[in-house]
C-alpha cells in the first residue's frame, strides 16, 4: 500500500525504465547520453525521487521514443504535481489523498467501481453531495460544505470530457433505499441516475438485497485504468479521513476478479435503470 504520489512515481519509473530496455541501454548508458550521474536516472526508475516534465522528455529523446499518445501520457504523470489542477484552489478543504485521487480520476481511461453505501460522487447530485457532506463532516462551516460540493461536481466533468472517463458502477441496493437528504432529494438523485446511465460510457448495475452475502459486503473500492499502460492501474480504497492504493499485481488481479464476480451476480444495466426508476417512483 503506497500513497498515490509514490504510487505515482514508481509506475512512472517502470515506464521508463521499460522504454530504455526497448532502446537496448543500460541505466549507465542513458545517463551518459543525457549527460546525469547513474543514481539519478536509478532513483527516477525505482521512484524514489520525484522527475520533472522535461526529464522525462529528456529520457524519452535518448531513447528514440516517438509516440506522441505516450509521451503526453509520461508528460501528465510526472507534471501533475508540479502543475496541479482546478482542484488546487481548493487545497484548504481537501486533504492531499482526495486530490490525489482527484487526479488519478482526471488521468483514467476507465474506471470500475463498487459502492455499498453511498451514491459514486461522479454520478451525484448537487442536493444529495451537499446533504451527504453535512451529515458526514458535521464540523464543516457551511462554505467549507460549499466547496466540497463544487469540488464534487465539478469532478463529473470527466464524464463530459472528450474523450470521456469510461465508467462502471455496481451500486448496491442499500446506496438506493438510503434516505439521504429525505425523498425529495433521493428521488432526484435516483433520475439522476437514471439519466446518467443512458450515456453510452456510463454502465450502471444494482447489486439487489435478493443477492445476499457478497465479497463487496466489505466495502467500496474503485479501479483506475489508464490508457496504453496497463502497469499503471490502481485500486484505490477509501476510508472516512484516508484513501489507500493498491497497485501491485496480485492487488490488481484481486480485486478485478471480485468486480467480475460482483457483477456477474448484479443486475444487467438495463434491467438496473428500470429498477432503480421504480425505486425512484417513476417506473
Known amino acids: 500500500m503506497q500513497h498515490m504520489p509514490a504510487v505515482r512515481r514508481r509506475k512512472l519509473g517502470t515506464e521508463l525504465r521499460r522504454q530504455r530496455d526497448l532502446a537496448g541501454l543500460t541505466s549507465g548508458e542513458a545517463a551518459r547520453l543525457v549527460g546525469w550521474h547513474q543514481s539519478k536516472v536509478s532513483r527516477i526508475e525505482t521512484g524514489r525521487s520525484s522527475v520533472r516534465p522535461e526529464d522525462v522528455a529528456t529520457l524519452l529523446d535518448a531513447y528514440g521514443v516517438g509516440d506522441l499518445e505516450l509521451r503526453e501520457l509520461l508528460d501528465a504523470l510526472a507534471g501533475e504535481g508540479a502543475r496541479g489542477g482546478w482542484w488546487q484552489e481548493y487545497r484548504e478543504v481537501l486533504p492531499s489523498t482526495y486530490r490525489d485521487f482527484i487526479t488519478l480520476e482526471t488521468d483514467a481511461r476507465r474506471a470500475r467501481t463498487l459502492e455499498t453505501t453511498v451514491v459514486p460522487g461522479l454520478l451525484q447530485t448537487p442536493a444529495y ?21 463544487d469540488v464534487r461536481i465539478a469532478r463529473q466533468a470527466v464524464l463530459r470530457a472528450d474523450p470521456p472517463l469510461e465508467l ?15 425523498p425529495e432529494v433521493m428521488a432526484a438523485q435516483l433520475r439522476h441516475l437514471v439519466d446518467i446511465g443512458s450515456l453510452p460510457h456510463v454502465r450502471l448495475q444494482v447489486l439487489p438485497f435478493s443477492a445476499g452475502g457478497h465479497i463487496g459486503v466489505t466495502g467500496p473500492f474503485v479501479i483506475f485504468s489508464f490508457p496504453r499502460i496497463a502497469d499503471l492501474d490502481v ?6 479521513t484516508s484513501s489507500l492504493y493498491l497497485d501491485r499485481k496480485e492487488d490488481l488481479r484481486a480485486y478485478s476478479a471480485a468486480f467480475d464476480r460482483l457483477h456477474s451476480h448484479a443486475l444487467p444495466h438495463e434491467d438496473s435503470l428500470v429498477y432503480i426508476s421504480s425505486i425512484a417512483g417513476t417506473g
Do not use: F
Open 168 to 182: 462502471w458502477a455496481v451500486l448496491d441496493e442499500a446506496v438506493l433505499r438510503r434516505g439521504v437528504g429525505g
Open 129 to 149: 453531495a451537499r446533504e451527504l457532506t453535512r451529515s458526514v463532516l458535521p464540523q464543516l462551516a457551511p462554505r467549507q460544505v460549499e466547496a466540497l460540493v
Open 235 to 240: 485500486v484505490v480504497l477509501d476510508h472516512l
